[in-house]
């Protein structure tokens, strides 16, 4: 498609339940990355991929959560036995190239998956 | 920690005035700067990047100016229409030798422009 999708747009989940939260990439952009926005507040970096590899995830919160990239493309960030303070809006961004001398290049971002835990 | 910050939380102006966005960086090994602009239930909208051998660079209506000595970037928006209302957040890469392109958000402005 013309930009980043993100599935669900509105997830509601109970307290302990397990998520997957879905990313498509712009076609052709290598690099992928997962962000964190809680209520008011500015982006959380959470995991870089470049391909299918991760070579940073030093943003995940704890071992809940997890990532994955298959075929250099869509990624699924996983999330098991959900918590109240996992609520926030997940946005997922794309780049053509993230490392070395492709890595200044714009991010573009998904409209994101809205969690909330009940 | 390094951070990217904001000077104005807020900023309210008239449609057809221009408006200033002000970003304060601390990292002086910060070697790219993005402008992005977030609407309600969007995700941040690209407008304009600038590099640090640069001091300005102009898009449509826009320009960010890169202020090395000091550490500080602004973002100037012509002719502020209502639909540029939104929050406004400067993100910095490239700090402390990161070899790949993880962004560093500033907490954000909110812009309300008044018909």
């Known amino acids: 498609g013309a930009g980043v999708s993100q599935s669900p747009s509105n997830k509601v989940t109970e307290k302990g339940k397990d998520v997957e939260l879905r990313c498509d990439p712009i076609?052709?952009?290598?690099?992928l990355y997962w962000y964190r926005q809680s209520l008011g507040q500015g982006l959380e970096f959470l995991i870089y991929?470049?391909?299918?590899?991760?070579?940073?995830k030093s943003g995940l919160p704890s071992d809940r959560f997890s990532a994955e990239r298959t075929g250099g493309s869509v990624s699924t960030l996983t999330i098991q036995r959900t918590q109240q303070e996992d609520s926030a809006v997940y946005l997922c961004?794309?780049?053509?190239?993230?490392?070395?001398?492709?890595?200044?290049?714009?991010?573009?971002f998904g409209d994101g998956t809205r969690l909330s835990i009940l | 920690g390094e951070s990217v910050g904001l000077h104005l939380p807020t900023l309210s102006v008239q449609e057809g005035d221009n408006s200033i966005i002000n970003c304060a960086y601390s990292n002086s090994a910060s070697d790219y700067f993005i402008w992005y602009k977030q609407e309600s239930g969007k995700g941040p909208q690209f407008i304009i990047d600038i590099r640090s051998n640069m001091d300005k660079r102009q898009g449509q209506r826009v320009t960010v100016l890169l202020n090395k000595t000091v550490k500080h970037l602004s973002l100037q928006i012509a002719a502020t229409q209502p639909g540029d209302s939104a929050v406004y957040f400067c993100?910095?890469?490239?700090?402390?030798?990161?070899?790949?392109?993880?962004?560093?958000f500033g907490q954000g402005t909110i812009l309300t422009v008044h018909p």
């Open positions: 991929f470049q391909g299918n590899s991760a070579p940073d």
């Open positions: 993100a910095e890469i490239g700090a402390g030798g990161t070899s790949y392109g993880k962004l560093t």
């Open positions: 961004a794309s780049s053509l190239s993230g490392a070395g001398q492709g890595r200044d290049q714009p991010q573009h």
């Open positions: 076609s052709g952009h290598t690099a």
